[in-house]
């Protein structure tokens, strides 16, 4: 018979689900089917189901949940009200019982796992005590024996008071619950006399401390741990508990323990547990005579009981919980209370019993809590909560369908609303594109005229006046940029290409950018790559190089005297600690006289630098072979003001009002640079300053491009030596990368002297030295003589001496002393194409088209473009002569055409052009409609050969027409780049267009004049 079937409430229980069930089944149609007017009777039930569905989805499609006046149906049959207030009745009831016998039933379950904890608790108690004492009775026994074989089986004995309080003292950790020890020796009346006087002190009893009367028989305790010391010389058979003890042990030949009793000096319970000590070793049936006989000793342990209990109970973490009696219940009507209070609650309590070795007396461990039990919260909570829950889910039924109903009305106007907001990013998109494009449209004409006036013979001043032209208008481009890059990040269609790149040309082009404001300021600036960073790289060169140029934008703005450094390492070389030019003190190691922040600080919240070597597997990218660069802007400048450094990455936000009138700028460049970042999967942080300077370090994960370095190095200069005189160790090593990259051996010196002592020993052979103009002038007294030093030594080769000067040099003093010395002055920054030309006006036969920008030579895009014939299609006629202009300069054949119109017209096969470059909005018909035309011409052309309606020769022996279509437009929005690809463009050149950019995109069309007379030879 089940549990709910003795309590007869199984049957109640059935019949309430039944009653639920049926609630749920009505309930729910109840709700929904929620009106004003009284429904109409239904013949039949299926006929009413039909009807009961059809209704329902004209509920939830057509006129939504409203909750009015409502009458309740079960199928055709109507419940009455009366009916539904009697089963809501009943309902309650049934649930009121139910929460009544879960409440029961719980609160019992509370008390019985009460119970079991307390009783679990006591047991865990008696048996840790129990434990103890066997062990301590162990070692009690062993301790007997060791008196046994030591002192009475030796003479003389080997121990004396000393000895054993020692031992004992010493071996106390292996009796936890005893206090102490002592032993007590047997002695006759017949030996009483020689005995005392042996030990020098005379028998005294027990509870008076007085002498001993006579006696048949004594136990004095000889020996006694230091804390019972005062036992010793007292006869142990004078006292009540302890003469019954002695006598029962050497009978048993067992440990016995004495009834609880008050110890002396302390006056608290205790116990004594005592063994016997034979002259002899007894077998085990020895009858209780012979052990008698056999005595010699006794050794006893004590234990405070209440101490060693307290002790036992400290060690549990729970041990205020409950509260422990220990009693011995030898006489069970009369207990004797050994531990704990003899206070008795009327709560659940537990009796442990302890077995401690002696069969005579019995104890045992009564546990109780220590405080009431809490009210059955649970019991309570649940039971209430389940009637609670009963009474509400009429109402949640009730109270779902409005909210249903109200969230469908939210979830119209939400989508309302989001059309709105996509119809609104869209408008903004097409205007951004638009504005973009009207601006640049113009401006690409302005710059191409301003080169091409840049072309024809000007003076000195009228250059200046283009440059200034010029210098403004990519300003105002680049500014352009910036607002589109933000909104590129913010609708996030922002992505990188994936191109082979050289890092040290890119970051030559950027301090070219920033030469003239560096000139303007006297600012020193360098640029040191390491050699660990390959040659060549894969990734998005314009990102790195906008990174960049953003970083030493901001620091030649607020830069007025010092220095800026850009280094680039890869990360496994920072954390391996074995950067040399950063070592040292930052004062010795500057680049300048000015002090400069610990660079370290600005990465040390970068996740890679708190991982092991084995983290850079997550952090680098999924390509083969990732590289890890950082890359840090070091710059002596004002610094930043500590509360403003936590809003630096905030779009649009600026230090102070005043930046923007002051110094420019739209406060949007560092916030791009630190997406642009994540991009790369890297990261980006600064340390500033005030006063003293601001180093930005960022982090970019590229590829290694499994190529060779495009870089040119002069056959001329390859393994040449040279000497590098300067006394600030930074500096010097920048000067040793850029001669590296030329394939020149640079040798480090610091001053003369060094220099003096390497020509002595005829370490230094030499073909040229470079000496920074800084240590030139704090040491010129000495340099004829080291030219004179120098004649000695080779007067046939004496080596070339180039002067590196930097802007604040300059502006300082024009006056250089002992010039007929110096080859040459090379001006910085240093750059590999600059000190290429420099050195070989001085060295040898300098090669006039090297280009000094580090991009892509003129030759190279002449080699291209030589004989080309080039469709340019733009309504601008400005821009027409703009773009035909540039690609004449290049060699090109140019064309023009004012319409897409009539580009089809010029582009109908068989035609001669090798290229076309079309703008996107033009009136008529834009460039994407022109292009799809084109491509479907040149698809029907193609069609009509292979089905033989035309022939191969009516259009040229070409089979396949297909004319690269390059898109020539100021639009540079993502959404136009993908629209370009889709209407059938080859690729996209945005206005104003340079060098660079042109040669990129017309390379993957044509081969140059040399590879083509190479072919046809």
């Known amino acids: 018979m089940s549990f709910l079937h003795a309590l007869g409430l199984d049957s109640v229980l059935v019949y309430l689900a039944l009653i639920l069930c049926w609630w749920l089944l009505s309930g729910i149609p109840m709700n929904w089917l929620i009106d004003a007017q009284v429904m109409e009777q239904r013949p039949g039930f299926l006929h009413g189901k039909t009807k009961f569905l059809l209704d329902l989805s004209e509920k939830l499609s057509v006129r939504g949940w409203k909750n009015h006046i409502y009458c309740h149906y079960f199928g055709s049959k109507r419940i009455r009200e009366t009916w539904w207030r009697k089963l809501l009745f009943l309902w309650v009831v049934g649930w009121l019982l139910g929460s009544l016998w879960i409440f029961w039933f719980m609160n019992s379950q509370a008390i019985e796992k009460r119970r079991e904890t307390l009783a679990s608790m006591c047991d865990e108690r008696a048996r840790m005590l129990q434990d103890q004492f066997n062990v301590s009775m162990n070692h009690l026994q062993a301790l007997a024996i060791l008196v046994s074989t030591f002192h009475h089986a030796k003479s003389p004995s080997a121990i004396d008071q000393v000895t054993f309080a020692r031992y004992a003292e010493r071996t106390a950790f292996e009796r936890p619950l005893t206090s102490g020890v002592a032993y007590a020796v047997k002695v006759l009346r017949s030996e009483r006399e020689e005995f005392e006087k042996q030990q020098g002190w005379t028998i005294k009893k027990m509870e008076t401390q007085e002498v001993s009367p006579v006696e048949e028989e004594y136990a004095p305790v000889i020996f006694a741990q230091d804390a019972y010391k005062h036992v010793i010389s007292l006869d ?80 549990l973490a729970c041990k205020q919980s409950i509260m422990v009696n220990v009693y011995d219940t030898t006489d069970p009507y009369d207990p004797i209370s050994m531990y704990g209070s003899n206070v008795t609650g009327n709560g659940i309590y537990h009796n442990s019993s302890l077995h401690f070795g002696d069969p005579m007396r019995k104890h045992e461990m009564h546990c109780r809590f220590t405080q009431k039990p809490p009210l059955p919260w649970l019991a309570i909570t649940t039971s209430i909560g389940t009637l609670v829950i009963a009474l509400l889910i009429g109402y949640i039924f009730h109270a779902t369908v409005n909210r249903i109903a109200k969230v469908e009305d939210d979830y119209r ?86 191109v082979q790149f050289e890092l040290r040309t890119i970051l030559d082009d950027v301090l070219s950018l920033f030469y003239g404001k560096s000139q303007e300021k006297g600012i020193e600036l360098a640029v040191y790559v390491s050699d660990q960073v390959p040659e060549v790289l894969i990734g998005d060169p314009g990102r790195i190089r906008q990174i960049i140029t953003n970083l030493m934008g901001n620091s030649i703005k607020f830069t007025d005297k010092g220095h800026i450094f850009v280094t680039v390492h890869l990360v496994e070389e920072v954390m391996a600690n074995s950067l040399e030019v950063e070592s040292g003190t930052p004062y010795q190691y ?32 999924p390509s083969l072979d990732p590289i890890n660069l950082i890359i840090s802007v070091e710059d002596t400048g004002v610094g930043i003001p500590r509360e403003a450094q936590s809003r630096v990455f905030t779009p649009f936000m600026q230090v102070r009002p005043s930046i923007s009138r002051i110094h420019g700028g739209t406060g949007i460049g560092l916030s791009i640079s630190k997406c642009l970042v994540g991009l790369m999967k890297g990261e980006i942080g600064f340390v500033s300053e005030p006063h003293i300077g601001s180093t930005f370090t960022f982090t970019a994960v590229l590829s290694r491009a499994h190529s060779t370095s495009n870089e040119y190095k002069p056959s001329e200069f390859q393994g040449m030596k040279a000497l590098v005189i300067d006394h600030r160790p930074a500096r010097a090593k920048v000067t040793e990368y850029h001669l590296q990259r030329l394939g020149i051996h640079a040798k480090l010196a610091t001053d003369i002297s060094q220099v003096l002592r390497l020509m002595t020993n005829g370490s230094l052979v030499v073909k040229m030295i470079l000496v920074d103009k800084e240590t030139w002038m704090k040491e010129a007294d000495i340099w004829p003589f080291f030219m004179s030093i120098l004649r000695k030594v080779d007067s046939s080769d004496i080596p070339k001496i180039f002067l590196l000067s930097n802007p604040s040099i300059a502006n300082k003093s024009n006056s250089v002393s002992s010039t007929e010395y110096i080859s040459s002055i090379i001006m910085k920054p240093l750059r590999a194409s600059m000190l290429l030309v420099s050195l070989q006006r001085v060295m040898g036969n300098g090669d006039k088209d090297v280009s000094q920008n580090g991009g892509p030579p003129s030759l190279s895009l002449r080699n291209l473009l030589h004989g080309r014939n080039i469709l340019v299609v733009d309504d601008n006629i400005v821009n027409l002569r703009v773009a035909a202009g540039a690609l004449k300069k290049y060699g090109a054949e140019v064309a023009c055409a004012e319409s897409g119109k009539k580009a089809i017209d010029m582009l109908k096969p068989p035609h001669l052009f090798d290229a076309c470059f079309m703008d996107i909005q033009m009136p008529e018909m834009d460039g994407f409609e022109a292009t799809r035309r084109i491509r479907e011409m040149e698809k029907n052309v193609y069609d009509s050969i292979k089905h033989g309606e035309s022939t191969l020769e009516s259009y040229g022996d070409v089979l396949h027409w297909h004319i690269p279509i390059l898109a020539m437009t100021a639009d540079v929005i993502q959404a136009t780049h993908e629209e370009c690809l889709k209407s059938g463009m080859d690729g996209y050149v945005s206005k104003p267009f340079e060098g660079e950019q042109l040669y990129k995109e017309v390379v993957r069309f044509f081969k140059s004049t040399t590879t083509r007379t190479k072919e046809n030879s």
Not at 593 to 621: L, M, T
Request: neutral net charge.
């Open 236 to 315: 142990m058979l004078t006292g009540k508990e302890d003469r019954e003890n002695i006598l029962r042990a050497r009978a048993s030949g067992k440990g016995v323990l004495t009834a609880p009793f008050p110890l002396l000096k302390s006056n608290r319970l205790g116990v004594i547990l005592t063994y016997a000590v034979y002259k002899s070793e007894l077998p085990s049936n020895a009858t209780p005579v012979e052990r008698i006989q056999a005595a010699i000793g006794y050794l006893g342990g004590i234990f405070d009981i209440e101490a060693l209990v307290d002790k036992l109970l400290h060690q």
């Open 590 to 621: 500057s680049l300048s006289v000015f002090p400069i922040v610990d660079k370290k600080r600005s990465w040390e919240n970068f996740k890679i630098f708190n991982q092991d070597a084995s983290g850079y597997q997550s952090f680098s990218s």
């Open 413 to 498: 106007e939400m989508m309302v609303l989001k059309k709105r907001a996509e119809a609104a990013d869209v408008a903004k998109s097409q205007f951004l594109a638009t504005v973009s494009h009207e601006i640049r449209t113009p401006m690409n004409g302005v710059l191409g005229m301003l080169q091409m006036l840049m072309d024809t013979d000007l003076d000195i001043t009228q250059q200046d006046y283009v440059r200034t032209a010029q210098a403004s208008g990519k300003a105002l481009v680049s500014l352009i940029n910036e607002v589109l890059d933000q909104a590129k990040i913010e609708s996030g269609k922002l992505e990188l290409e994936a």
